[in-house]
């Protein structure tokens, strides 16, 4: 292994716990395991843990360093302040895909510049389990925008209905006291 398949494989590392982290900052109802936002995690901590394996088995001292427990709390608080502006916005499938797709760039990174047959193996069942779950995030999200378009439709219409009332003596009373 060479210095800068080490460098990919930590990026990777580090996008995948940061995907984790946003994962677990999205996921509002923890007590249903086959979320989208779980599995996704699961799949994360899957390829985290594969590097750290393969990183730690390395002769070099300092190719065994892991991630910083700074690394982990600055993960965790931007993931959890992306997380809350993605529920206040109607938008957590389309955020936890976006990180997904990082994630998938990165292993589309390493997977095609390391060394290891068994590695790139694992890596491409990780690929093709990440990318059936930003298909259905993707499909979540389309679900997410149309109910929420659905929602502004129905405002408008209730603001429109009360506006064609407002020609009705209801409509002007304030105006019917000058």
């Keep these: 292994m060479i210095d800068t398949e080490v460098t990919r494989l930590r990026r990777l590392r580090n996008t ?8 677990s900052a999205l996921d509002y ?8 936002f779980s599995r996704g995690a699961v799949n994360c901590w899957r390829i985290a843990r ?3 394996g393969l990183l730690r088995a390395h002769p070099y001292l ?6 910083s427990e700074v ?11 992306l997380g809350g502006i993605a529920r206040y916005r109607g938008r957590s499938r389309q955020t936890f ?8 760039h990165e292993l589309d990174d390493a ?9 790139s193996d694992t890596l491409g069942r990780s690929q093709m389990q990440i990318r059936g779950l930003i298909k259905e995030l993707d499909a979540g999200a ?3 925008s149309a109910s929420r378009h659905e929602t502004a439709a129905r405002v408008e219409t209730q603001i429109g209905a009360a506006r064609e009332g407002s020609g009705s003596v209801a409509g002007n009373w304030p105006y019917l006291a000058i």
């Design 29 to 36: 109802d923890s007590a249903r395991h086959g979320s989208v």
């Design 97 to 104: 895909s976006d990180e997904l797709r990082r994630v998938a």
């Design 62 to 67: 300092s190719y065994q360093r892991g991630p």
């Design 50 to 52: 594969v590097i750290t």
């Design 71 to 81: 690394r982990g709390v600055y993960d965790r608080v931007s993931a959890g302040l």
């Design 16 to 23: 995948a716990l940061r995907a984790r982290a946003v994962a």
């Design 142 to 144: 389309r679900n997410e």
């Design 111 to 119: 997977r095609a510049l390391t060394w290891s047959s068994d590695l």
